[in-house]
């Protein structure tokens, strides 16, 4: 597998985690091998981050706390792009315009039915998995990283450790914002190398 | 570099993973509609035609949308409503789209109620669960054990939901909020004129005499009639006077402010009626408008023996009477008595001010027998019998189920003797006796128990014990204070996101019919509940023969007349509203002759003890013997069959009765409060709890601000930058004696409890009143009504965005819900209150 279908790889399966609660079968993956050892290399060691949790209770209590943190009702950490930014915070804002015309021009539409806004979190890491799909895009790649993804990723993340009280999240959020980090580091490499 | 080297292992292991499915497609793959928008064509702006929902006037407005996001919000030029204008609240409805705060998902609860634990749901298990529910509750033959409490749920939303869906369920448990708005004056004006609802009109009129409203702020009609209002007061220089207890921007504008003892509008208005038939001020318009008139318990009764049923009655309501009860100057009341009837036409207008008191009813109807005496009914420039759109709508097919209901609508036994809009202040309190049965569902929609209500503790208490309300469901777009105590929450559609026909009263009489329709489509996975209730009565297996309320607007479009001849439902996309332009404005609709031929129809029989004519067939009598015996006035739902009302030797259409078995004449001798053992005549009642009050007490007054509504517009940022903090208006005299200060954290104390606020010393309030507005002190509702912080965690809403930290007071907390006895109209003006610094 080269480099970039890799990294697609992992957009995606970051995208999974931030749009809904796991599953039973999709912590059934995360839990296998090789998968449950590549997460454990960069710091989410599933047999760690769930040990405290009653093998019964593990899917309610991680669906419970996706919602807190991610949905609400009431106070919560909003996953839009256009919220968490401070340039108006509006659902549907300005920002969530600009990421979809962004989508756009590289030929990606969200359907007219979508549950999700562009810039929720998860589209615009389902975005970064079909730009590495796609060859010639590193410059689109580099370019939405520093527009978009790049801006709200660290805080974001931060605030998600800061918050949760489930291990299994603050893995995710400091997964999240190392990956994204290297991944500024690389595409400004190769973008400008 | 390590990490990197470990992200790119991760990145190989996940393929493993089955995630397909990523969010996005190429253009190749999209659903119809999605090509629409180009990138490349740069911001294309789209107008939407719809209808505003911010207050409960729903003025047709217009949608801009740039790129996909609702820009602004401006008025509808074609319309004969508002005539192209808008007030704060509808253009600051774009923030409801944009409330950062929003529900996007169904939510469960799972932790103890209130605990504010959720678990996002789908709407498949939403729906399984509460289908389930109501599913056993139906079969069981317990249908009315599924009760369902709306705030405004109007026009088309009403129809489906109400009409079709629960009518189809078979609930009739329902429950609405008009006894915290203004039901009261609806049940005085019934008793009077039949149905409710008064328009003013403004255009024409040449004088406003205002008793306790605050229409140029707020109110039912609230844009159509303010402008109108303004071009009087400003064109035709015409004279407004206005009583109220606070100086508000209506009674700011009027030529006139009459500060008045709260409560006591009553006794003023009877002093003018006094002053009318004294000074023979009817002669004229009014004694012609007196033939319509009832004043006696004989239907047939002369002019002059009228004359001296209301000489007598009122002999005692000089101005020197209401002056000792009102604080208003005899001549103050005596001299504007006589500018009001020789102005004619003239309007007297009326609203909560006057009439959400102890003794509102007769307050109002005070009102009504000054604007008949004047010959103001009715007729070109005074006050008017509403004009609306009369919509035709997919019924529910088939044959409804026989209904059943538990009697926890119209508050206890004997609360209320007249609840025609029935105590829904009184239901939480009711559910909690029990005595009446409590419901094993209890569904609220667009409404806030909690919050909107008096005695919010109470509300809290009952709301959150699962032992008087095992489950309950809030259909809400926003997480309220009332949504935090539900089992289930749906996420409802803002109303710029769904369908909707629309039905509001139109003030210059001739109706107006307008449509809502979504500007930009719903996000996340919220839904318009009545497409849920679509689906929820498929699962159920009654299906309602509509899928979505598009289509029940769509087919509705096509069966009404005038709008289906205009184009039906694709001229009212485009066009938004539609009114016949060879209509002309209705009036005196009283004076039209029955034809004899409807006399005579299979049913109708007339009724010698009130000279009505009316269909038996249509009531709940069983034949025409039945009918006769019992007679009008006593048989059950005779106001259904009503036909008209023989005034000498005419039938006329008269003053067509609703909710009550009242004649068809304007009744201001009512047997039916008679019969109830209450004042036939309008006669003043003092509140009993203002009669003995100490020097430290005040009666605490509520009132609405221009740019807020009363709980559901606290979301918009734009309104609530304008309008957060209500400190309490105390009068200088008043905080002279109390020894408070302008700007002094006061403590204000009733029976229910304390609310600490700040004092506002203000010559703009009556001495003896202390007045909070509504709008403030949300716990919930989102960041802008709230003052939470934003999200969990550390970061606040940035100063930019919010910059204000106070957020107000919310009065309710020390509001007791309580009831006229009379109507059951909550009594949001009559808390007695301390005040002290604190």
């Known amino acids: ?193 | 570099m390590t990490q990197r080297r470990d992200f790119l292992k991760l990145g190989a292991a996940a393929a493993g993973a089955s995630l397909t499915g990523g969010a996005l497609v190429s253009a190749a793959e999209l659903k119809k509609g999605g090509e629409d928008f180009s990138p490349l064509s740069g911001a294309e702006r789209t107008a939407v035609p719809t209808t505003c929902w911010q207050c409960v006037s729903r003025c047709p407005v217009i949608g801009y949308v740039e790129n996909g996001r609702l820009a602004k919000i401006g008025g509808q030029p074609a319309s004969i409503r508002t005539e192209g204008l808008l007030c704060a609240k509808a253009q600051g409805g774009v923030n409801q789209i944009h409330d950062p705060d929003r529900l996007l998902y169904p939510f469960k609860r799972v932790g103890e109620r209130g605990s504010g634990q959720w678990k996002r749901i789908s709407w498949d298990e939403a729906l399984t669960e509460l289908a389930g529910r109501l599913g056993k509750l139906r079969e069981a033959g317990h249908p009315e054990k599924f009760m369902f409490h709306y705030g405004r749920m109007k026009a088309s939303s009403s129809k489906l939901i109400k009409s079709v869906f629960l009518a189809g369920y078979g609930t009739k448990t329902i429950g609405n909020h008009t006894s915290i708005c203004e039901g009261g004056k609806w049940t005085a004006q019934e008793l009077t004129w039949g149905s409710h609802y008064d328009n003013w009109d403004f255009d024409h009129t040449r004088y406003v005499l205002n008793f306790g409203s605050n229409c140029l702020e707020a109110h039912t009609n609230h844009t159509s009639v303010a402008h109108r209002l303004v071009r009087a007061l400003a064109d035709r220089r015409v004279k407004m006077v206005t009583f109220d207890v606070r100086l508000s921007n209506t009674a700011a504008k009027s030529d006139q402010w009459v500060p008045v003892r709260s409560g006591t509008d009553g006794a003023v208005a009877l002093a003018m009626c006094q002053v009318v038939v004294e000074q023979g001020l009817y002669r004229g318009k009014g004694e012609e408008f007196l033939k319509f008139c009832k004043f006696t318990a004989a239907p047939q009764a002369s002019q002059k023996e009228k004359l001296d049923a209301l000489k007598t009655h009122l002999a005692s309501y000089t101005p020197e009477w209401a002056e000792k009860i009102s604080g208003v100057p005899a001549e103050t009341i005596r001299s504007i008595a006589i500018e009001f009837a020789s102005s004619y036409p003239a309007v007297v207008i009326s609203y909560r001010g006057a009439v959400a008191h102890y003794n509102g009813n007769d307050t109002e109807r005070a009102i009504q027998m000054l604007a008949a005496l004047t010959g103001n009914i009715d007729n070109p420039g005074g006050r008017c019998k509403a004009v609306g759109p009369k919509w035709k709508y997919p019924k529910f097919p088939g044959k409804k189920p026989k209904a059943k209901k538990l009697k926890i609508v119209d508050g206890f036994p004997g609360q209320a003797k007249l609840p025609t809009h029935h105590l829904s202040h009184q239901v939480l309190k009711m559910i909690k006796d029990g005595r009446n049965g409590r419901p094993d569902i209890y569904m609220w929609y667009c409404y806030q128990p909690v919050y909107s209500n008096g005695d919010v503790a109470e509300n809290i208490e009952i709301l959150k014990d699962e032992k008087l309300i095992p489950y309950s469901v809030c259909i809400t777009p926003f997480y309220d204070e009332s949504a935090a105590l539900a089992d289930l929450i749906l996420p409802d559609a803002t109303y710029l996101e769904r369908w909707d026909w629309e039905d509001m009263v139109s003030p210059n009489q001739v109706a107006e019919y307008y449509i809502r329709q979504p500007v930009t489509p719903p996000p996340g996975e919220v839904r318009d509940f009545a497409d849920v209730c679509c689906d929820l009565a498929k699962r159920l297996g009654f299906p309602l023969g509509v899928d979505s309320k598009e289509e029940f607007v769509r087919k509705s479009c096509e069966l009404t007349h005038g709008v289906k001849e205009a184009g039906g439902f694709a001229y009212m996309k485009s066009h938004g509203v539609w009114h016949d332009p060879a209509a002309k404005p209705k009036y005196y609709s009283y004076r039209k002759v029955v034809k004899p031929e409807a006399l005579s129809a299979d049913g109708v029989v007339s009724d010698a003890a009130t000279g009505v004519y009316w269909n038996w067939k249509k009531t709940k009598a069983k034949s025409a013997d039945e009918a006769r015996s019992k007679g009008y006035t006593h048989t059950k739902n005779a106001y259904k069959g009503y036909v008209g009302q023989q005034i000498g030797d005419t039938v006329y259409s008269g003053f067509k009765p609703d909710k009550v078995n009242k004649s068809g004449y304007f009744e201001l001798y009512s047997t039916i409060m008679e019969e109830k053992g209450l004042p036939a005549l309008p006669t003043y009642v003092p509140i009993p709890e203002h009669q003995a009050m100490k020097d430290n007490e005040l009666v605490l007054t509520t009132y609405k601000v221009a740019v807020q509504v009363h709980s559901r517009t606290q979301n918009c940022k734009w309104l609530s930058e304008i309008y957060h903090q209500n400190p309490a208006w105390l009068n200088p005299e008043s905080a002279r004696s109390l020894g408070v200060s302008d700007g002094d954290p006061i403590r204000v104390t009733s029976e229910r409890g304390v609310l600490e606020t700040r004092a506002q010393v203000t010559p703009a309030v009556a001495p003896g009143v202390i007045a909070i507005s509504f709008h403030c002190g949300h716990w919930e509702y989102g960041r802008y009504a709230s003052g939470k912080h934003a999200a969990t965690g550390s970061a606040e809403v940035p100063d930019e965005v919010k910059w204000w930290t106070d957020n107000g007071a919310h009065p309710n907390w020390i509001i007791p819900n309580r009831a006229d006895p009379i109507n059951g109209q909550q009594r949001w003006m009559d808390t007695v209150v301390q005040v002290s610094k604190r």
């Open chain 1, 1 to 193: 597998m080269d480099a970039t279908e890799a990294r697609g790889n992992l957009y995606r399966l970051l995208a999974r985690c931030y749009r809904e609660a796991p599953d039973a079968t999709f912590l059934q993956q995360l839990e296998t091998p090789p998968l449950s050892k590549a997460l454990a290399l960069v710091g989410m060691d599933l047999q760690e981050t769930l040990s405290g949790l009653p093998r019964e209770h593990r899917l309610e209590t991680l669906a419970v706390e996706h919602t807190r943190l991610f949905a609400g009702p009431g106070k919560h950490i909003s996953p839009h792009e256009s919220v968490y930014l401070s340039d108006g915070s509006e659902l549907i804002g300005s920002t969530t315009h600009q990421v979809r015309r962004f989508m756009e021009s590289a030929d990606l539409f969200l359907p007219v039915n979508s549950v999700y806004l562009p810039d929720h979190l998860s589209v615009e890491l389902d975005f970064m998995a079909d730009l590495c799909a796609r060859e010639g895009t590193k410059t689109l790649q580099s370019e939405f990283l520093k527009q978009h993804l790049g801006r709200w990723i660290p805080a974001f993340c931060e605030q998600v450790c800061e918050e949760t009280e489930l291990p299994f999240y603050r893995a995710l959020a400091e997964l999240t914002r190392n990956f994204i980090a290297s991944e500024q580091e690389l595409l400004a490499n190769q973008t400008t190398g």
